[in-house]
C-alpha cells in the first residue's frame, strides 16, 4: 500500500519461479491487472522495466497459480 500523501512510481518487477515446473503469476495495481496470468518457465526469472505511477493509498497485489513457486520484488521511488 502507498503510505498516504505520497505518490510512487514503479520502475521495474522481478518474478522469479523458485521451483522445478513453469508457475503462473498476475500483477494488479489497484486492482487493474497490470501483468496478466504469465507462465513462468522453472527455475527463470522474468523482469518488466515500466514507469507506473501509483497514488497514495492505492494496492499492489500479486497472485501464484503454485503456492510459493514465485518470488516477487517491485522496486521504484516514492515522491511526497
Do not use: Y
Not at 527463470?44 to 497459480?65: E, M, Y
Amino acid at each position: 500500500t502507498v503510505p498516504a500523501s505520497t505518490t510512487t512510481v514503479v520502475t521495474n518487477i522481478v518474478l522469479s519461479n523458485v521451483t522445478g515446473a513453469a508457475a503462473t503469476a498476475t500483477i494488479s495495481f489497484d486492482g487493474v491487472v497490470l501483468i496478466p496470468t504469465v507462465s513462468i518457465p522453472a527455475n527463470t526469472v522474468a523482469t518488466w522495466d515500466i514507469r507506473q505511477p501509483i497514488a497514495a493509498t492505492k494496492v499492489i497485489t500479486g497472485l501464484s497459480g503454485t503456492a510459493s513457486a514465485i518470488a516477487c520484488h517491485i522496486a521504484g521511488a516514492e515522491q511526497t
